[in-house]
Structure formats: structure tokens, C-alpha cells
Nanobody, 122 residues
């Protein structure tokens, strides 16, 4: 069982930055790939990025590539999402999730956090 708690969301102006954190419980954090997803009002949840258990492999949606960076600190059981050059279309609830394998498919993630709101004003 893995419990995930996101933090770091908020309101930021376009062009600004935010860093989200996701703290995980449990002793097997490094055995899980971690992903970030987001869901905007009236839209389906979409993949943002993912990172392998060791942190060596990362994957990004085209819409965030070169602006967002995912990283993890296995000693702290935490995964991060650094978001730069934010745009109003990045506004959404952001969720972290844990999966046995690195994947972009949300149905393959077993554990989810409660989400944190990110709002980007124009």
C-alpha cells in the first residue's frame, strides 16, 4: 500500500514557475515508477510526465516538454514536478500516481494522491 500526498500548488502568473511535491508513504518507494497527471475543468485527465524507480528514465507529454521537469529523491520518498514558463492552459488539478512500471496510461497506475490545484493567470 502506498499513500501519496501532493503539495505546492497555487496561483501564479503566466511565465512564472511552481514546484509540486508528492510525498509517499511506505518502504518500497524506489520500486515504483511515478507519474504526474492533470485534469482541467470539463476535460479528461491527461498524462504530464513520468519517471522510473531509479530516476534514470523520464517521459514527458509534448505539451510540457522543455518546460516541466520531473525528479525524485528516493531517500525522502518524494517526487517533484518543476514547472517553468507556465501558461494559462496549464491550469488544472495535478495528481501524482505510482505504478509498477513506467507508463503514460493512467489505468496502469495503482495509487493516486488527492491532487493539488494549479492556476495560471494571464
Amino acid at each position: 500500500q502506498v499513500q501519496l500526498v501532493e503539495s505546492g500548488g497555487g496561483l501564479v502568473q503566466a511565465g512564472g514557475s511552481l514546484r509540486l511535491s508528492c510525498a509517499a508513504s511506505g518502504r518500497t518507494f524506489s520500486s515504483y515508477a511515478m507519474g504526474w497527471f492533470r485534469q482541467a475543468p470539463g476535460k479528461e485527465r491527461e498524462f504530464v510526465c513520468a519517471i522510473g524507480g531509479s530516476g534514470g528514465n523520464t517521459y514527458y507529454a509534448n505539451s510540457v516538454k522543455a518546460r516541466f521537469t520531473i525528479s525524485r529523491d528516493n531517500a525522502k520518498n518524494t517526487v517533484y514536478l518543476q514547472m517553468n514558463s507556465l501558461k494559462p492552459e496549464d491550469t488544472a488539478v495535478y495528481y501524482c500516481a505510482a505504478s509498477p512500471r513506467v507508463t503514460t496510461r493512467d489505468r496502469e497506475y495503482d495509487y493516486w494522491g488527492q491532487g493539488t490545484q494549479v492556476t495560471v493567470s494571464s
